[in-house]
């Protein structure tokens, strides 16, 4: 935001401070300027306090997710091996770029799926529109693929007339093999989350399809994604005289829990308890550089600095007990500075900072040897229930199983898992941005549908299985994100298991089931 402003105003960056209040949730929308700039060249007009607040109608012509359309086409040998895949993708941009470049190659470079599959070809094109402008939203244009290339998995499947989670099984990317890229799969546990995902539905076990005119079934999706690269993270971690510390880190809490994961690797490395340390939030004058809050890559990127400086200040400590010939394993820290201070003063302040490495792909081949410093894994199981009489769908149960490393707080993680499967069950069920003449027609939360408390499933479950990310602090990555991934295509999936029907677009809604189930009985329905 700096950066930005400064740039717009043709200011250097240190006439431009920015102090960030406790935010709500971003998703995506609080990536690059937006108002921002305006506020500030309407405050220096003014020269007093400027204040933009949009309505909700506003809010939904400034920025939206982009709507993407899927071609995918698989070459699979009769024993269920998927050997050539090819990919087009179409990205719906909107009037601006914003970050749309970068949902473009960064994630349509895995809309072949987490599969191993040795011949592919990928087209991911950004178009210009006259609709609002489409940017990051939860998930990084992830979702929009894993819904295409997941049922297009059982699409397959069901051609072979093989099980679908066996279809998986035999496909998909395992440890040391090549994504699309190039890029070595490390650290992805793909087949335990799947492994685990099914076995938390009972997939091998009988299933109660329904009677009457509603009818139940069950689905299953895998997704991954690549975190962005390349960016930095810098952390100062101030250790005081009196055995306390602060963490100066310019990452945005915006309900992820970032504040708190921080603060424990901070604990973790000085060994002091978790409520000695006391948060700095980001001011530019302040807290050093960070790229941004965005993309799930907080806990690694700025996990990794952290971890770097306190462990820059737990050496600079272990260097001053040596000098001063005690130990400080046995030796209180305001001891150590009252020896060496006379008194209780004195600070130690430790540096880290973090970048991983990354290898732009070649522009010819999109071929690249390290692409992602991280893998993202997720996978959703779902139950639901179809009325056929009506069409509408109720999932019974939502399971979300994702592969996080370690985590350092699974509290933390379990809610993110809750939150982001809910967000996409959204999308996916009821909510769509209607157009008429190019004016959206629903820009108010009366007529643009999220969920209610009646429209999530009674039986949630959210797990991270056993796992170790190596380049993470503790062995942890972000999860922001993952629950995203197979919420949309699991419930399709299980859509076409109880009433043998497949959706290929969202929202699906009941009148899009009802009118697939009349086209399959051969009486479609015809349009007033």
């Not at 130690?348 to 991280?374: M, N």
């Not at 029907?501 to 699906?508: E, F």
Request: neutral net charge.
């Amino acid at each position: 935001m700096r950066s930005e402003v400064a740039r717009l105003l043709g200011w250097p960056e240190n006439r431009v401070r920015v102090k960030v209040p406790y935010l709500g949730g971003g998703f995506g929308a609080k990536i690059y300027v937006k108002l921002e700039a305006l506020v500030t060249v309407l405050a220096l007009l003014t020269r007093r306090p400027v204040k933009i607040a949009l309505t909700m109608e506003e809010q939904f012509y400034t920025l939206t997710k982009h709507a993407a359309t899927l071609r995918i086409k698989s070459g699979v040998s009769k024993d269920g091996r998927v050997t050539a895949r090819e990919c087009e993708v179409w990205w719906n941009g909107g009037a601006y770029a914003d970050i749309g470049p970068r949902i473009t190659q960064k994630s349509g470079f895995t809309a072949p799926g987490p599969y191993d599959i040795e011949h592919v070809r990928i087209d991911s094109y950004a178009l210009y529109t006259n609709l609002p402008p489409a940017s990051a939203l939860r998930g990084f244009g992830i979702p929009q693929l894993v819904w295409a290339y997941e049922s297009h998995a059982d699409m397959i499947a069901r051609e072979l007339k093989m099980d679908p989670v066996e279809f998986r099984r035999k496909n998909i990317l395992r440890e040391g093999r090549p994504q699309a890229t190039g890029t070595l799969m490390k650290d992805a546990a793909i087949d335990k989350v799947l492994e685990r995902t099914a076995a938390r539905l009972e997939w091998g076990k009988p299933f109660d399809r329904g009677s009457g005119t509603v009818r139940r079934g069950r689905g299953i999706a895998i997704g991954f994604k690549a975190s962005i690269s390349p960016t930095t993270s810098a952390a100062i971690v101030n250790l005081y005289a009196d055995g306390s510390c602060a963490l100066y880190s310019s990452t945005v809490d915006m309900g992820q829990g970032s504040d708190t994961a921080m603060v424990q690797i901070v604990s973790e490395v000085l060994g002091v308890p978790v409520d000695s340390v006391t948060m700095v939030h980001p001011d530019t004058d302040v807290t050093p550089y960070d790229m941004a809050t965005l993309g799930s890559r907080s806990l690694y990127h700025m996990g990794n600095a952290v971890k770097m400086a306190a462990e820059d200040a737990r050496d600079k400590l272990l260097a001053l007990a040596g000098e001063l010939g005690l130990s400080a394993e046995t030796t209180p820290v305001p001891e150590l500075f009252r020896k060496k201070y006379g008194m209780q003063a004195g600070n130690i302040v430790g540096f880290g900072s973090y970048i991983p490495s990354y290898k732009s792909p070649d522009h010819d081949t999109g071929q690249s040897a390290d692409v992602t410093p991280f893998w993202m894994v997720g996978a959703t199981g779902v139950e639901v229930e179809v009325d056929t009489e009506t069409g509408h769908v109720r999932v019974t149960k939502l399971i979300n199983v994702a592969d996080v490393g370690k985590p350092v707080n699974p509290k933390i993680v379990e809610t993110q898992l809750s939150g982001a499967s809910i967000m996409q069950l959204g999308f996916t069920m009821s909510e769509k941005m209607e157009f008429k003449s190019g004016q959206c027609t629903n820009a108010s939360l009366a007529e643009y549908k999220i969920p209610g408390m009646l429209d999530i499933p009674a039986g949630i479950v959210n797990e991270a299985v056993d796992a170790v990310e190596r380049g993470g602090p503790f062995g942890a990555k972000g999860v922001g994100e993952t629950g995203t991934f197979g919420v949309s295509p699991a419930i399709a999936n299980a859509i076409d298991d109880a009433v043998g029907v497949r959706l290929t677009s969202l929202p699906l809604t009941a009148e899009a089931v009802y009118r697939a189930l009349r086209a399959k009985q051969g009486n479609p329905l015809k349009d007033e």
